[in-house]
């Protein structure tokens, strides 16, 4: 099916005020234009959307820290928005203008993550056959989003510190210091401070990273915005693909009130959209959940710990076989098992398995 229905200003097409059935129309009135000027969150190329009293607290910060030049620090479960804040910081920032440039720190091994966030020289190492700037030199004068920094190789994380406290950078293979100036937004799903006390995280490092911290609640903390949020983006898939109105049947949104979403507003939107281009009606009246929580090892965060609860990561050998039956394809596997794919990375990660490798060897 071809998506024909695009914005004008890349902003959803509800913004600019359309009519499409009741439902919608006051869609349009949470996210137009009157309502950004108290919520500026919204008036984004990617509108951060809720009707959660706690989280509009929360993102009322955004444009308060934006115009500091201090670190900020994003936790929160994956799928819960950490990506969608980090743009609107760098939006609302005086750097607004200028590069948004970003690096997730997932599965990247040493000497990678050290060229990819401080650069090289030429031949720094067997295959630096020719200099390359690092993240921070691109993002000079402009915003580095640090994704999955709880992933970062503790060997790399002094020289991190470094660059954020004197404000400048060593490629690997020069002594010559190069000066940046860069607004830092680190985001992870992990507790950082369980990994502090494992030793894989540098205590100084957080306290940098987190001179300024938000915390972003998951989906089923925030009820209000599961039927809130599963209508927008009904709507908006039914616009995008020409399908014309569409609603929740009520017997649809008890499903969705009853469900965990250890996928948050990621695994929201995947099941919506889903529901609806297989709809064949103006009513959506089944939805597909994923019920393999168990499968995947999803448990409810402890009361209190605050950051993410990760899924727990399963043998290797299940890994494999999932790897082998969905013929090495990590979004079937994501799918399959409730997680987002950087969880599924940060497994292969874990154990070692080269994803090329592995198809490769497998003939995939
Ligand atoms: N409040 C929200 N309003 C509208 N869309 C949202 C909201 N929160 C999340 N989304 C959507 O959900 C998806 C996931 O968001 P995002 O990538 O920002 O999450 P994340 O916390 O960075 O995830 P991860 O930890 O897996 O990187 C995106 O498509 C984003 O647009």
């Known amino acids: ?78 799928g819960t928005g950490k990506e969608l804040v980090a743009e609107a910081l760098w939006t609302h920032s005086p750097q607004g203008e200028s590069q948004f440039i970003k690096l997730n720190c997932a599965a990247l091994v040493e000497t990678v993550a050290n060229s990819e966030l401080f650069g090289h020289v030429r031949g720094a190492f067997t295959d630096a056959h020719r200099s390359k700037k690092g993240k921070f030199e691109l993002a000079h004068q402009g915003t580095l989003f640090l994704d999955e920094i709880g992933d970062l190789p503790l060997s790399v994380q002094p020289r991190l510190l470094r660059a954020v406290e004197l404000g400048e950078i060593e490629p690997i293979g020069s002594e010559v210091p190069i000066a940046v100036e860069v607004r830092l937004i680190a985001a992870t799903n992990q507790d950082l401070r369980s990994l502090m006390s494992q030793g894989l995280f540098r205590r100084d490092l957080y306290d940098r990273l987190s001179t300024l911290l938000l915390h972003l609640p998951p989906l089923r903390e925030r009820p209000a915005d599961i039927l809130f949020l599963a209508n927008y983006f009904a709507t908006q898939t039914a616009q995008d693909y020409g399908l014309g109105p569409v609603y929740l049947a009520n017997t649809v949104e008890k499903k969705l009130l009853a469900h965990p979403w250890p996928g948050n507003v990621r695994e929201l939107k995947n099941v919506v959209t889903r529901a609806v281009l297989l709809r064949e009606d103006i009513a959506v009246t089944e939805v597909e959940l994923d019920s393999e929580y168990e499968a995947a090892g999803w448990r409810e965060p402890t009361s209190g710990a605050g950051v993410a609860t990760l899924p727990t990561r399963p043998p290797r050998t299940e890994l494999v076989e999932l790897l082998r039956l969905e013929q090495g394809n990590i979004s079937a596997i994501s799918r399959k098992l409730g997680v987002c794919t950087k969880t599924i990375y940060r497994w292969l990660k874990h154990y070692k398995i080269e994803l090329e490798q592995f198809r490769q060897v497998s003939g995939l």
Request: glycine share 10%; charged share 25%.
């Open 1 to 78: 099916m071809k998506k024909i229905r695009t914005d004008r200003r890349g902003q959803p097409l509800e913004a600019s005020g359309g009519n499409e059935g009741g439902r919608r129309s006051s869609l349009a009135n949470v996210v137009g234009g009157a309502t950004s000027r108290y919520a500026p969150w919204l008036a984004l190329k990617r509108p951060i959307l809720t009707k959660d009293s706690r989280f509009q607290k929360i993102l009322s910060l955004i444009p308060l820290y934006a115009r500091t030049d201090l670190p900020i620090l994003i936790t929160g479960e994956p």
